[in-house]
């Protein structure tokens, strides 16, 4: 079909924000006087943060309300552009809204930490513009090659976010490791693609869908190297999301890094990663020769992933770790839906419901750390949050609605999400793995509800400090954006429902 600009409106703009900021902060001249930035050609970090701030809030605002109102208009027919390399139209633009959601969630929680640190802001919310660009393009992605692209577009400059702040060690030592492991993942995922290329012809994920379901289920050269090839792809993405073995990276790299970009890379790159999953391995009925083995691989890194994860976060002292190891356990949890997916697109929508559910929750976590971190003091450990009930009242509630939520307690999404994924098992006849999970779930608890234990139930060690509450308003937008999210669709999940279903129906 000829090539209609409407079904990419959304990129569009989101390129259009990404060159507004970079040319206004390349001629170095304040763009609201009415903030108190001067006229200098030369201003100051700080008129310098807040212009960026202002910048790049506003316009990812109106980026999603384009998403919004373009995508709605075009959900009821679902093409294919620029040969057949993206997906538009259709439910797409429900993950699309999802991931700028969690943008300006980040952008909120961002506004006073780059102050407060003195982060280069600009340069900040332009590598987070690039990196919303990949995941939103990822999302849509119809073509292998697309989709490393992609995948590489999103994760260079969370690379360089990890390590903005220069002067710590720390941070370094993150940013190298995230950048060498994943390098070491895009080649797997490259190294996966050339096998698939090689014994199809072809790039295109449904054309090679198609080949799959042709192939023989008696064992040939065939079927094992067009198998090996989806093993690659499978561990290449797997690094993404952060599923046991290959998730080494990720309690040292959510340490280090600025806390909010942690809360960014730990809803959307997974969102967006599981998404291509989804893509790639939901239908798997159309090959069955690969069925078996791909319901059986999922069940047992989703497992393994779930145990480690919620084994290991039980002795963190460290909060960021904790819910480093916590992600990684999440990550099994939406891997378990992906066992017996084949069978019904209800799975499907489960991981969508759950990946997107997970934004609001560990937005609103990661949001209450940097409403506690003042100067060069940052809330990272379980001492920092001792006793801060008394003090912060507000703070300590959103982190228990958080931590219920995430423990996967009633009436918070996260509760509705577990059963979600449970009764796809079920279903799925996975008894034993359910089983399974559901006594690591329930060990899961033990951490979460220490975090409440130690803001309620303890007294600080030291004075805790006072917090300027007059610049807390975009953090507290974050943390009462989320709150609502988690509470009103854990008591009415219909409407995430509908959204999940809508968007699996474009991916299954």
């Not at 995941?135 to 995948?151: C, D, H, P, V």
């Not at 779930?306 to 002292?317: D, E, F």
């Not at 190891?325 to 489960?350: K, R």
Request: aromatic residues 12%; charged residues 10%; glycine residues 8%.
């Amino acid at each position: 079909m000829n090539f209609d600009p409407i079904f990419l409106i959304g990129e569009f703009s989101l390129v259009a924000l990404i060159v507004i900021l970079t040319l206004v902060d390349a001629m170095r001249k304040p763009v609201f006087a009415l903030l108190g930035s001067s006229a200098e050609i030369t201003p100051d970090i700080e008129s310098r943060n807040r212009q960026a701030t202002w910048i790049a809030g506003i316009g990812l605002v109106i980026v999603a309300a384009v998403y919004f109102i373009f995508g709605k208009a075009t959900s009821g027919e679902s093409v294919s552009l620029l040969h057949d390399s993206l997906r538009a139209g259709g439910g797409v633009y429900i993950g699309k809204l999802a991931i700028i959601g969690a943008g300006i969630l980040t952008i909120l929680l961002s506004a006073r930490y780059t102050m407060a640190q003195s982060i280069p802001a600009a340069d900040y919310y332009l590598l987070l513009c690039f990196s919303l660009l990949g995941a939103l393009t990822l999302i849509a992605a119809e073509n292998f090659l697309m989709i490393f692209l992609s995948l590489e577009m999103m994760s260079i400059p969370i690379y360089a976010l990890v390590g903005l702040k220069r002067y710590n060690s720390r941070v370094g030592e993150s940013a190298i490791k995230y950048l060498l492991l994943g390098g070491l993942s895009s080649a797997f995922l490259l190294l996966g693609i050339s096998f698939i290329y090689g014994m199809t012809g072809t790039l295109v994920v449904n054309d090679v869908l198609t080949h799959l379901s042709q192939v023989s289920q008696t064992v040939s050269s065939e079927m094992l190297l067009m198998g090996l090839g989806l093993v690659f792809i499978f561990v290449g993405l797997a690094f993404k999301v952060s599923l046991v073995p290959f998730h080494a990276w990720t309690p040292d790299v959510y340490e280090g890094a600025a806390t909010p970009v942690t809360s960014f890379m730990s809803v959307a790159v997974k969102l967006a990663a599981f998404a291509v999953i989804l893509k790639i391995f939901a239908g798997s009925l159309l090959f069955p020769a690969f069925d078996p083995l791909f319901s059986r691989l999922f069940a047992f890194f989703a497992l393994l992933t779930i145990i480690y994860g919620n084994s290991v976060a039980i002795v963190q002292k460290n909060v960021k770790r904790m819910l480093a190891y916590s992600s990684i356990a999440h990550a099994g949890y939406m891997a378990l839906a992906l066992a017996p997916m084949g069978h019904n697109i209800e799975a499907v929508q489960a991981v969508l419901f759950y990946g997107i559910g997970y934004i609001a929750m560990n937005m609103l976590a990661f949001g209450v750390l940097v409403y506690l971190t003042y100067r060069d003091k940052y809330c990272e450990t379980l001492e920092d949050l001792t006793g801060i009930a008394r003090k912060y009242p507000g703070a300590a509630a959103v982190m228990s609605v958080a931590m219920f939520s995430l423990g996967g307690l009633p009436p918070a999404v996260g509760f509705v999400g577990k059963v979600q994924i449970f009764l796809q098992l079920i279903n799925g006849k996975f008894y034993a793995t359910a089983v399974i999970a559901l006594l690591f779930s329930m060990v899961a608890l033990y951490f979460y509800i220490n975090v409440i234990v130690v803001m309620y139930m303890k007294e600080p060690e030291a004075e805790v400090a006072n917090i300027d509450k007059k610049s807390m308003l975009p953090v507290w937008l974050t943390l009462g954006f989320s709150t609502l999210f988690i509470l009103i669709l854990g008591i009415l999940p219909s409407p995430l429902m509908e959204w999940s279903l809508e968007w699996a129906k474009m991916l299954f």
